[in-house]
């Protein structure tokens, strides 16, 4: 059964710090039974025909879930349930191989709601390959993790095979740096907010008015990350304290 992971020492080194991940159970698949779901993970009827604990060609280790269809037939998934801190960025990351003809896919998802919260997809490639996408948790504290093994046309799955191990949830701004993904980059902030606390004027006073729509302020978070945000906060109040 997999913790929360805190990574230190060396890492610390390229990344600024530690940083925590969402407890996801058995999130490398290391744990399980040849020919029986992955321990930490469930499925509806009928996922067990099609998805298994695979011991062999894994991304971290030799491990990982192996999805094989005979036959197109109706989407299955396994899943497990996590949980999320309300109004928060984080980041969605998995690992992902098709046959070439498969689409695997990951999804965070509300229980109850059709609409994902965050999505990654295989682009179809024949070897690993990692898929990040940045997601704001709105007001959701309880999500459900869902794996796919294909995401085919008509809410169907195709016949062949796909892999995924190494699945993640971790806030944007602790995510070892990688650089922009979908949704947003997702490193630590790029250095000293040299703004913050700092008083100022307009070399030239706008011409619009300021909006008192909270949604820009989730607009900020997503497009600017965190540290931006807070400087806008401060640029923001300092403007109307003069």
């Not at 321990?39 to 060609?57: I, K, L, N, P, S």
């Not at 682009?123 to 709105?138: A, E, I, L, P």
């Amino acid at each position: 059964m997999r913790k929360t992971i805190l990574v230190c020492g060396l890492l610390a080194v390229t990344t600024s710090g530690c940083w925590t991940a969402v407890d996801i159970q058995n999130a490398d698949f290391a744990a399980g039974v040849v020919g029986q779901l992955p321990e930490g993970w469930t499925g509806e009827e009928g996922a067990a025909a099609v998805f298994e604990y695979f011991d062999a060609d894994g991304h971290s280790g030799t491990t990982c879930l192996q999805y094989h269809a005979q036959q197109e037939q109706e989407q299955l998934f396994v899943e497990q349930s996590v949980k999320l801190a309300t109004e928060t960025e984080y980041v969605l990351s998995a690992w992902l191989k098709s046959d070439g003809a498969t689409m695997p896919t990951v999804e965070v998802r509300q229980p109850g709601e059709k609409a994902a919260l965050a999505r990654v997809a295989s682009d179809g490639s024949t070897t690993w390959q990692k898929f990040s996408v940045r997601f704001n948790s709105g007001p959701v504290s309880q999500a459900a993790v869902q794996l796919f093994g294909d995401r085919g046309p008509r809410r169907m799955s195709r016949a062949g095979k796909s892999w995924i191990d190494d699945v993640r949830i971790a806030k944007a701004g602790e995510e070892p740096l990688e650089g922009p993904i979908p949704g947003g980059y997702v490193g630590p902030p790029p250095g000293e907010n040299l703004a913050l606390g700092k008083s100022y004027t307009w070399s030239q006073k706008p011409s619009y008015g300021y909006s008192t729509d909270d949604r820009w302020s989730a607009l900020g978070r997503v497009l600017l990350g965190a540290e931006e945000h807070r400087w806008l906060a401060d640029a923001k109040a300092a403007e109307h304290n003069h």
